[in-house]
């Protein structure tokens, strides 16, 4: 079956723009994350949804960060005013059930702000 | 090993020669451990898991091994080839966890 979906691959926006990043689990897995990654590093958590409990947004880095998952299916992550140093590649993630299971990644989308 | 920044460890290797990638990972309680590979431009890709009551795990070509004393994870690949050249990330999470803990990354080249 297909595997996790990232819109769009690549974004360039402005300093101070809003952007959207979209992502579509594999179909069935209830569990869903966002991670962020910098240039030559590694992997850095951001926010994880399960089934209808609340999210665990404690990687969020600031409140220009939020996300949210419709229909336990599609999440969006909005990144508002953004910042120069917002740019990096996000990936998104999706298991079965919980994070001790295997996490299958997208592609990811590479922002650029400018 | 481990690194800040831009400077990621970097491990060359001849083809055909098996590779040996090695992770200290952080959280004694942590109960699994994943390798991915990332290749440029892509999302990292799933190699290998162990869960914390084994101490080794055999895939195609690749073998992982876990060291709880010491917190030590490795990962070795055999008969390297061009294609395993790639950033390969540990990473750990808690048995019920909700996120993983990834480490800095090692970048494997491979002579031809």
């Known amino acids: 079956g297909a595997g996790v979906s990232q819109s769009p691959s690549n974004k360039v926006t402005e300093k101070g723009k809003d952007v959207e990043l979209r992502c579509d689990p594999i179909?069935?897995?209830?569990?869903l994350y966002w991670y962020r990654q910098s240039l030559g590093q590694g992997l850095e958590f951001l926010i994880y949804f399960q089934g209808n409990s609340a999210p665990d947004k404690s990687g969020l880095p600031s409140d220009r960060f939020s996300a949210e998952r419709t229909g336990g299916s599609v999440s969006t992550l909005t990144i508002q005013r953004t910042q120069q140093e917002d740019s990096a590649v996000y990936l998104c993630?999706?298991?079965?059930?919980?994070?001790?299971?295997?996490?299958?990644f997208g592609p990811g989308t590479r922002l650029l702000v400018l | 090993g481990e690194s800040v920044g831009l400077h990621l460890p970097t491990l060359s290797v001849q083809e055909g020669d098996n590779s040996i990638i090695n992770c200290a990972y952080s959280?004694?309680?942590?109960?699994?451990f994943i390798w991915y590979k990332q290749e440029s431009g892509k999302g990292p890709q799933f190699i290998i898991d162990i869960r914390s009551n084994m101490d080794k795990r055999q895939g195609q070509r690749v073998t992982v091994l876990l060291n709880k004393t010491v917190k030590h994870l490795s990962l070795q690949i055999a008969a390297t080839q061009p294609g395993d050249s790639a950033v390969y990330f540990c990473a750990e999470t808690l048995e019920y966890g909700n996120k993983l803990v990834f480490g800095a990354g090692t970048i494997l080249r491979v002579k031809s």
């Open positions: 959280n004694s309680a942590s109960d699994y």
């Open positions: 179909s069935g897995h209830t569990a």
């Open positions: 993630a999706s298991s079965f059930s919980r994070g001790s299971e295997t996490q299958y």
